[in-house]
């Protein structure tokens, strides 16, 4: 039988909240009534991507009427007694909006479900070794209709782990002191985590015998990340100059899986890197230039852990830019001054004692060596002696 679209508009209708349901691939969800509604006899259940306009089941009396044609044909189950209804084998197509219609002698009673279903796609989980870490299928109390399985492998029919069943937990030999299961949640918990235990794991709660629930989990196993070194380094000679008023800093850490290494300055990013080969350590050089003094924080992470060290440019770094600027002409003055001081007594000497050329270039000359004002030009019977500059009596 196929029933045509309904569209509501019904007097008196008390119209409840929208509930929200999250669900993934593959899994089964069950769209319960409140229970102050319970028992009832007449019902309607429709479903919509945005309106709940097509009919899914109708129950009329206690009875169910099958309504033909519908998406989910025998993936759905009513739940007469509680005027609930199931689907299995969810996918991503069945998200919309479902609403049901409880018709009594006072009026129509209706409640809204809003139905998303996700891409069952694998989950990853990052721990820190030596941690514990929870695998959470997200109930909040089981059931004793539920049966909770765990398991080890890239599939959920892998090596089992542990069990959840008639509110009885068995754990596999080799997982006993490993793990543990919550007799409420189903959750699974491993102890002290180890590179060992990396890998996929399947999480498989069923409602009687539908899938409820199915998860699938990547656990990353990762070290804690070992804490930066700061050093100063030279710049490239390539490119360097003699006015280079930059400061430069390299930042080293040990390189592992996933490990990063970046600089901040406050709480902006300056630069970043990383390398998969992990065979050498990470290194990231900065540039400090003249106006951008300050402190700096190099900080190595991994998805699980993070060290980080600050240092203060003005410490780290020689005076450079302005202060160089200033510490050179200040020197530049000086040599100035001694210039001008040996220029004077040069002078002084040269009026009062010696001659200047003497001042200048003879004070360490040998003794008895005769100087260019002295000598004498050799020729006829004798000597005659050159002219030479003489100090005023």
Known sequence: MILPVFILSVTGAVFSTETQITKRDGETVTLQMNKSMIPVKDYLWTFGRDNPITAITIVTNGEVTRVNGTR???RLY???????????????????????????ET??????????????????????EGTNVTLDPGVKQLQKEHTVSWTQGPDCVGKLIAQW?????SIEESFVGVVQLNPHTGSLTVIRVTQNYTGFYCGKMLWGREPYILRRYFITVFEPVSRPHISTAQANISTHSLND????????????????VSWYRGGKKINQTSNKDISSNLTLPLVI????????????????????????????CPPHGTDLKRMLSIIGGIAVSVVLVIVVACLYKRRYKEGAWNCMHLRNMPEGMPSEATKVSEGGDGAVEQDVLLPNN
């Open 72 to 74: 989910f044909e025998n």
């Open 78 to 104: 009513t739940h007469v007694e509680t005027a609930s209804v199931s689907i299995s084998n969810l996918t991503i197509s069945d998200s919309g909006i479902f609403l049901a219609q409880v018709f009594t």
């Open 107 to 128: 009026g129509i009673l209706t409640q809204r479900f809003n139905l998303t279903v996700l891409d069952n796609s694998v989950i990853p989980v990052n721990v820190l």
């Open 165 to 169: 069943k008639n509110f009885n937990i």
């Open 245 to 260: 008023e930059n400061c430069y800093l390299n930042c080293s850490v040990k390189n592992g899986p996933g490990v990063s």
């Open 289 to 316: 230039r003249n106006q951008d003094e300050g402190i700096f924080s190099c900080v190595a992470a991994n998805p699980v852990s993070m060290e980080a060290l600050t240092v203060n440019s003005t410490l780290w």
